[in-house]
């Protein structure tokens, strides 16, 4: 535990956990799912929570603090995130998986450094820097812009999912990103460097290159950082675990997980 975190610890809020567990057989680690900021457990609920049990995985979803049924938090931080997570994974009968998106990937980059997990995967992992704030701008201007300035950013159906996916689900899906905190925001406007992994547990990178919020050169600078290169889908969206072609990532990351075991 950092001494901040000591000192300063962040203040307990309800947690929202979805889960799903193997009908029998032998059964894989627990996979923990952290969503990116604005979605929550039902962004894995819809489809990979339960595909990865009938994989044999124990399989959980959680939501952060002000998002979905976890408890609301106004002023919440980066730091209040990981700390829901770590807890949730101590709390897990087994040393678990981490699988973040989007800035849920940056959320569980500093678990990592927290929790001695038996792996970490980062899906469109959103690691902030100025180069992923202008890019956002440049492709939707009217919803980037208020988030630069406190207000909330508004992300289009068209930036989260590949146009395989039927209009009226991407908009029923984006309808349901909730605000961010402000200073939860900005905090992503400055590139973060998560320290390294607690235990050296393997990592692996996956997105696409049509993704729509993290440009491919930000995909390749966060593999580097693990030792690796990306696992990419092309013709996907941001979100992977919704579009049309769900399947394929999820199935690639257990198939993964199996021979990392």
């Known amino acids: 535990?950092?001494?901040?975190?000591?000192?300063?610890?962040?203040?307990?809020?309800?947690?929202?956990?979805?889960?799903?567990?193997?009908?029998?057989?032998?059964?894989?680690?627990?996979?923990?799912?952290?969503?990116?900021?604005?979605?929550?457990?039902?962004?894995?609920?819809?489809?990979?929570?339960?595909?990865?049990?009938?994989?044999?995985?124990?399989?959980?979803?959680?939501?952060?603090?002000?998002?979905?049924?976890s408890g609301p938090f106004p002023?919440?931080?980066?730091?209040?995130?990981?700390?829901?997570?770590?807890?949730?994974?101590?709390?897990?009968?087994?040393?678990?998986?981490?699988?973040?998106?989007?800035?849920?990937?940056?959320v569980v980059a500093q678990?990592?450094?927290?929790?001695?997990?038996?792996?970490?995967?980062?899906?469109?992992?959103?690691?902030?820097?100025?180069?992923?704030?202008?890019?956002?701008?440049?492709?939707?201007?009217a919803g980037t812009l208020p988030g630069l300035f406190g207000g909330r950013v508004s992300l289009r159906s068209s930036q989260l999912f590949s146009r395989g996916l039927p209009a009226n689900l991407a908009q029923s899906y984006a309808k349901r990103l909730q605000r961010v905190p402000a200073a939860t925001q900005r905090q992503l406007i400055r590139r973060r460097q998560p320290e390294p992994p607690v235990g050296d547990p393997p990592v692996l990178v996956v997105g696409?290159?049509?993704?729509?919020?993290?440009?491919?050169s930000a995909l390749e600078w966060v593999a580097r950082r693990y030792g690796g290169s990306p696992l990419l889908f092309p013709g996907m969206g941001h979100d992977l675990m919704l579009d049309a072609r769900w399947q394929e990532p999820i199935d690639a990351i257990l198939d993964w997980l199996e021979k990392s075991r």
């Open 208 to 216: 696409s290159p049509d993704d729509r919020v993290v440009s491919g």
């Open 75 to 106: 002023q919440a931080r980066l730091r209040d995130y990981v700390h829901d997570v770590t807890q949730v994974a101590a709390s897990l009968p087994k040393q678990a998986v981490l699988v973040g998106h989007g800035a849920g990937a940056l």
């Open 111 to 141: 678990a990592l450094a927290r929790y001695p997990a038996r792996a970490g995967v980062l899906v469109s992992p959103v690691f902030g820097g100025m180069g992923t704030a202008f890019g956002m701008l440049r492709r939707n201007p």
């Open 1 to 69: 535990m950092r001494s901040d975190e000591w000192s300063n610890p962040p203040v307990p809020v309800r947690r929202e956990v979805l889960d799903a567990v193997p009908d029998a057989g032998e059964q894989g680690p627990p996979v923990l799912f952290v969503p990116g900021y604005g979605h929550a457990a039902w962004a894995f609920a819809q489809h990979w929570l339960e595909h990865t049990a009938g994989r044999g995985f124990p399989a959980y979803a959680m939501s952060l603090r002000g998002h979905g049924g």
